[in-house]
């Protein structure tokens, strides 16, 4: 009796890949008959490429799970596989080029293949008409280039891949130059390209692109910062309620799918925890590595005024030009004309624009250009025939101008805009006063006297600068208030006590007014009224014949000797704090004196807080469009009304229409308080009727009628 051959190796693939790892020297025979196999049909396959082989599909992936196992037989695997896909990525059938793709990426991840030449076939294949191939071809180029770089950063390799992608930016295929331009930016955002040479290909070709696609992708690289905004946004929304999910697992009923679902929960809860705790990591957008930031604006507003995109991507040219201008202080004064075509009420999207000609403004600007964008909004926004939205809006625009460039404003215009501070609608009068409030603290001088209130102690030492001047600072501002030693003088006290027993050391002067510099302004004051005070009670007796002329002349003496002793104690209090910025090194604490020293300087007696003027790089566009509105009645209020309405009315819902309350109700009325229970048998008959039923209904009651007569 012959047995029968129980070996099926040879076409058992699976088992015999299993064997091959476990011995490959055991199996070498078996291997060599496949690989044999693997030729043969790659040249049948070769005749016609277009047709799906099921056969060359499982022996490929064969012999890349087992190719390590046999590196000399193997060697020229990968080449046969990437020659294939060069000469026929187009017509290959989809499933053969997907296998074809995945065997050179297992050999990838065995390093059996450069990195260089499977990444640089991956781009090529990004021409093809495969959807589901190029996004498969896209994560893995960015997780190989991302685990290349995990460690130390391959200079080299990640030079020659940027080389050749730059390439395939300007490739005739849109498709594949809008991968490219993908893989670019995501590669950036996860700081592995993250150098200027990366963003300039992307300002110089990506942005000036024929390809709608490609050009929109890289405007949006450059307004990345709104983007982030948003995600933290999202991130906040969807914080996880630990809490409320643990109460919710100890009310309802325990199953396992809630028990599940509870674990995932805490799980995502210590992992927000500890993504709270990481220290948050700072990069410099992509707009602050430009080269040639006044190329690009110049560039990108030529091509702008020639566009036929649509209007959405005439924004994204305007928000990228107006964050070049603002950044880098470029001058572009035809922008500024362009710009203010768009600038009425009824335009789409005007806030934005709005918002374009704010961060488009800087103190570098002269402010005859910036001043007809300001005419504009006053004639176009700011009047009585639009609503007080729309004024209000006219008005936060011109304040987040006039915060950059405080020189674009005119003396009567500022004064007339200043008028609507009583305005009836209280949007438009807080708008008016925050613009008041800002040339209170940056050019006084323009308002009308009523309205620059009283000066503060930091609006008297800030000095009005002209077009083009830089303030320089010698000295940490603030720092007079580091020479009080504050382990002996009490900062509330007016007591006059010099001591070096603290941690810091004294400057003294060769004038001889070195003890005097342990005192602040306030100090100096005080001790100067009470001197008086007790000199005009002392004479007071002797100097009642006198004339009262003389009183006058004697009280303006003693005013400017007054003032000419604190003018000298704050030149010596500068002086001081100068040398001492120059000689001791501060720590946070001495910051934070300092800090609270010049806090103290922007408020005073009528105004407890002091202004926050913000001067992002970004004008936000809530800044603009923040309107005051009138709020809602608080949950409270609205209960305390709701009860006030109904007194002195009856009680609402269902009236007891019976005389007497302890008499019997009707069935129909004892069916409301029942259970379901009690009633299922009366619901099963309000269930939708056949037509047979409804015939056989009608025929009963028609024979009933019948014997009824």
Not at 162 to 176: E, G, H, V
Not at 345 to 363: D, G, I
Request: one cysteine or more.
């Amino acid at each position: 009796m012959v047995r029968p051959n129980n070996n099926q190796l040879p076409e058992n693939l699976p088992q015999l890949q299993n064997l091959i790892k476990r011995d490959p020297e055991s199996y070498s025979d078996e291997f060599h008959i496949q690989y044999q196999h693997f030729l043969s049909l790659l040249e049948v396959f070769a005749l016609n490429p277009s047709e799906e082989n099921k056969s060359l599909d499982d022996i490929v992936m064969f012999v890349a799970q087992v190719a390590q196992c046999y590196p000399a037989v193997c060697e020229e695997f990968p080449k046969r596989l990437a020659d294939l896909l060069k000469n026929y990525a187009t017509v290959l059938d989809p499933a053969m080029r997907n296998c074809f793709v995945k065997a050179l990426i297992l050999l990838r991840n065995k390093n059996l293949v450069p990195a260089l030449d499977i990444l640089e076939l991956f781009f090529q294949l990004l021409r093809c008409p495969d959807k589901n191939l190029r996004t498969f071809l896209q994560t893995h180029i960015v997780t190989d280039i991302k685990n290349m770089n995990a460690k130390h950063k391959d200079m080299k390799l990640n030079s020659s891949l940027q080389a050749f992608m730059y390439s395939m930016l300007k490739d005739a295929n849109p498709k594949a130059a809008k991968m490219s331009a993908d893989i670019m930016i995501e590669l950036y955002k996860k700081n592995i390209w993250n150098d200027p040479k990366t963003v300039n290909v992307i300002a110089t070709v990506g942005c000036f692109s024929k390809v709608t696609k490609v050009l929109v992708t890289s405007l949006k690289f450059f307004l990345g910062h709104d983007e982030e905004d948003e995600e933290e946004d999202s991130d906040s929304e969807n914080e996880v309620d630990l809490k409320g999910a643990l109460m919710a697992n100890r009310v309802n009923k325990k199953t396992k799918k809630r028990t599940k679902q509870l674990a995932q929960i805490k799980k995502q809860a210590i992992k927000a925890q500890k993504k709270k705790k990481n220290a948050p990591a700072f990069n410099f957008s992509g707009i602050h590595l430009v080269h040639n930031p006044q190329g690009m604006a110049e560039g990108l507003f030529k091509q702008l005024q020639a566009t036929n995109e649509r209007f959405e991507v005439k924004l994204m040219h305007l928000d990228v030009i107006s964050r070049l201008i603002g950044i880098h202080e470029l001058f572009l004064f035809g922008f500024y004309p362009y710009i203010t075509r768009f600038l009425q009420p009824h335009q789409r999207q005007v806030t934005r624009v709005l918002q374009f000609a704010a961060q488009a403004s800087h103190e570098l600007v002269p402010g005859d250009i910036i001043e007809p964008i300001l005419k504009t909004i006053a004639n176009n926004f700011i009047t009585e025939r639009n609503s007080s939205d729309v004024m209000a809006i006219g008005l936060n625009a011109t304040r987040e101008i006039c915060m950059r460039c405080p020189l674009a404003m005119g003396e009567d215009l500022i004064q007339d805009l200043a008028m609507y501070k009583t305005y009836k609608e209280k949007s438009v009068m807080m708008a008016a006063r925050s613009l008041i409030t800002l040339y209170r603290e940056q050019l006084p001088a323009l308002l009308h006297k009523k309205d620059r209130g009283r000066q503060t102690e930091a609006q008297a030492e800030r000095k009005v600068r002209a077009y083009g001047e830089r303030e320089v600072h010698d000295t940490v501002l603030g720092a007079e208030a580091l020479l009080r030693d504050s382990k002996t003088i009490d900062i509330e006290s007016d007591d006059d006590t010099d001591s070096n027993d603290g941690e810091w050391v004294n400057v003294t002067h060769s004038d001889g007014e070195g003890g005097g510099d342990d005192l602040d302004e306030e100090d100096v004051d005080d001790d100067e009224e009470e001197d008086d005070d007790e000199e005009d009670n002392s004479d007071q007796d002797d100097e009642e014949d006198e004339n009262s002329d003389e009183g006058v002349e004697s009280g303006e003496e003693s005013a400017k000797a007054k003032k000419e002793k604190k003018d000298i104690k704050i030149l010596n209090q500068k002086e001081a704090a100068q040398e001492l910025a120059l000689t001791r090194i501060f720590t946070d604490e001495d910051f934070k004196r300092i800090n609270a020293a010049n806090l103290k300087k922007t408020v005073t007696s009528a105004r407890k807080r002091p202004l926050e003027q913000d001067r992002a790089e970004f004008v936000k566009l809530n800044s603009i469009e923040m309107i005051y509105k009138k709020r809602k009645h608080d949950k409270e209020s609205r209960l305390e009304t709701v009860q006030a309405g109904r007194q002195d009315r009856e009680r609402f819902g269902w009236k007891d229409g019976r005389v007497n309350e302890n008499c019997s109700k009707t069935n129909r009325e004892k069916r409301k308080t029942k259970n379901f229970g009690m009633l299922r048998h009366k619901a099963r008959s309000k269930v939708k009727k056949s037509f047979k039923d409804k015939q056989q209904a009608l025929r009963k009651h028609l024979l009933h009628q019948k014997k009824m007569k």
